[in-house]
C-alpha cells in the first residue's frame, strides 16, 4: 500500500498540489497534529494513508471528508 501513497504522491507534487501523508512510519505524536492541519487549512487537497497507519490508532472520526 505504502508503494501506491509513493505514486499518489509524485502525481499530487507534479500536479501542485498541497497534501497530507500519513503511513505506518508517522510518529504516534505527529497523527493528531496531521488530522487537526487538514481539518483547518482549506488549502491542502488531500490526507493520503496507508491501511495500516489505520491499525496503529488513527482516527478517522475528526475528519469532515474521507
Known sequence: MTRMLDVLEAFL???????????????????QHYMERFNEDKRIFVFILSTRSGGVGINLTGADTV
Do not use: A, S
Open 13 to 31: 507534487n507534479y500536479h501542485g498540489h498541497i497534501y497530507l501523508r500519513l503511513d505506518g512510519t508517522t510518529k504516534v505524536e505527529q497523527r
